[in-house]
Antibody, heavy 118, light 111 residues
Framework: EVQLVQSGAEVKKPGESLKISCKGS????????IGWVRQMPGKGLEWMGI????????RYSPPFQGQVTISADKSISTAYLQWSSLKASDTAMYYC???????????WGQGTTVTVSS | QSALTQPASVSGSPGQSITISCTGT?????????VSWYQQHPGKAPKLMIY???KRPSGVSNRFSGSKSGNTASLTISGLQAEDEANYYC???????????FGTGTKVTVL
């Protein structure tokens, strides 16, 4: 069974750094893109960016370029989303999902809640 | 790249059919037959319902169907059921630079 398991909920202060993870199993990790999606409280889905774990080819949606870093470690079948300096406006649920791009986002992780508050 | 435009809400009675529209531009929906649709129940992760405009993943009910005309894609739910009450999002491939763009989302209410 194809599965993505994300790291647990995080509570951080503004200015702190954070790296959340998304571990794939049940498929060949290096052959599917992994995308990241933000959902702010009570709002819709927002496309953040995507990475191809085999060669770490990464693309960002313009609003998120320079705001986050997407990476992957194919040796442990894990993708990451990281911030160097969190803001209160980063408070949201973050989902990872596999993509047999460009056909859509097939399998989704359970989501990681990030709360940024002083 | 702006979000695709969806109606905020659509409602219907059990057994009826409803259609959700998703309007983009010639840079996304209009250029590719690569629109996907997602169902999201409150507190849950989204679920892929339609990909490549009209294809259903294994396990998705054939009551869900997708189509496209010009810059507008549509999702039709026939034989509406209580369990279909959820938020629905369209998503289009938008080229190799950014890959995807999501729609604004539509809340479906079963009356």
């Amino acid at each position: 069974e194809v599965q993505l398991v994300q790291s647990g909920a995080e509570v951080k202060k503004p200015g702190e750094s954070l790296k959340i993870s998304c571990k794939g199993s049940g498929y060949r990790f290096t052959t599917y893109w992994i995308g990241w999606v933000r959902q702010m409280p009570g709002k819709g889905l927002e496309w953040m960016g995507i990475i191809y774990p085999d060669d770490s080819d990464t693309r960002y949606s313009p609003p998120f370029q320079g705001q986050v870093t997407i990476s992957a470690d194919k040796s442990i079948s894990t993708a990451y989303l990281q911030w160097s300096s969190l803001k209160a406006s980063d408070t949201a649920m973050y989902y990872c999902a596999t993509s047999g791009a460009p056909y859509g986002l097939d399998v989704w992780g359970q989501g990681t809640t990030v709360t940024v508050s002083s | 790249q702006s979000a695709l435009t969806q109606p905020a809400s659509v409602s219907g009675s059990p057994g009826q059919s409803i259609t959700i529209s998703c309007t983009g531009t010639s840079s996304d929906v209009g250029s590719y037959n690569l629109v996907s649709w997602y169902q999201q129940h409150p507190g849950k992760a989204p679920k892929l319902m339609i990909y490549e405009g009209s294809k259903r993943p294994s396990g998705v009910s054939n009551r869900f169907s997708g189509s496209k005309s010009g810059n507008t894609a549509s999702l039709t739910i026939s034989g509406l059921q209580a369990e279909d009450e959820a938020n629905y999002y369209c998503c289009s491939y938008a080229g190799s630079r950014i890959f995807y763009v999501f729609g604004t989302g539509t809340k479906v209410t079963v009356l």
